[in-house]
């Protein structure tokens, strides 16, 4: 599987962006997909989970702004992104994996997949 991640860009705090990411070679409607972000200097961090369920997870720095969706038919997952932040600035990937374990789905090893990053940086 193939994954393509897009749509950051450059923007003010408490604007909103949409990230997306394709999936190619293969299908999400099988995996669980994450989105994950890493600033400079510092690790790859967990922000959200959808399981195949349709059941999301989210990290508490972006609880309540982020929204993780997904449409199987067209083999997409998006991230919107609300009440952005300068602390948000970051690369963001997506990763997909087709046997996450709930309770390591926070960790970026448990991905098998990974897209190659869109970078997104918001402005105070």
């Known amino acids: 599987v193939q994954l393509q991640a897009s749509g950051g860009g450059l923007v003010q705090a408490g604007d909103s962006l949409r990230l997306s990411c394709a999936a190619s070679?293969?299908?999400?409607?099988?995996?669980?997909v994450g989105w994950f972000r890493q600033a400079p200097g510092k690790e790859r961090v967990f922000v959200a989970t959808?399981?195949?369920?349709?059941?999301?997870y989210y990290s508490d720095s972006v609880k309540g702004r982020f929204t993780i969706s997904r449409d199987d038919a067209k083999n997409m997952v998006y991230l919107q992104m609300d009440s952005l932040k300068p602390e948000d600035t970051a690369l963001y990937y997506c990763?997909?994996?087709?046997?996450?374990?709930?309770?390591?789905?926070?960790?970026?090893?448990?991905?098998?997949?990974w897209g190659q990053g869109t970078q997104v940086t918001v402005s105070s």
């Open positions: 959808i399981w195949r369920s349709g059941t999301t």
């Open positions: 070679g293969g299908t999400f409607s099988t995996v669980a």
């Open positions: 990763a997909s994996d087709s046997n996450l374990i709930f309770s390591t789905q926070h960790r970026a090893s448990s991905y098998d997949y």
